[in-house]
């Protein structure tokens, strides 16, 4: 098992910047990919991006490609989400997911390990 914590959340204005991390620690050696949802206030929670932790290699949902890049730091066991041009939409909290063996992951049930969410609050 990962354990995961995310931090970086906010309250932000539409347009604005923000970077969000997981920290990973425990059994990391299992890790294949990493990944990042959100859940909104009566959604389903929802594949935001993905990341490879040997290649770095990453897969996004089309809803944030192009706007959030997911990256992966080893040395530190930590993984990103670089939020830009945030809306009013985007506000949710935000999970980070491990330990998924399944190429190009993006179900809930795919990973095993989760991270207790950061609130994400955007205003317009």
């Known amino acids: 098992q990962v354990q995961l914590v995310e931090s970086g959340g906010g309250l932000v204005q539409a347009g604005d910047s923000l970077r969000l991390s997981c920290a990973a620690s425990g059994n990391t050696l299992q890790t294949y990919a990493m990944a990042w949802f959100r859940q909104a206030p009566g959604s389903e929670r929802e594949f935001l991006a993905g990341v490879y932790w040997s290649s770095g290699g990453t897969y996004y949902a089309d809803s944030v490609k192009g706007r959030f890049t997911i990256s992966r730091d080893n040395a530190k066991n930590t993984a990103y989400l670089q939020m830009n041009n945030l809306k009013a939409e985007d506000t949710a909290v935000y999970y980070c997911?491990?330990?998924?063996?399944?190429?190009?992951?993006?179900?809930?049930?795919?990973?095993?390990?989760w991270g207790q969410g950061t609130q994400v609050t955007v205003s317009s």
């Open positions: 997911a491990a330990d998924a063996t399944r190429w190009r992951a993006t179900l809930r049930a795919d990973f095993g390990s």
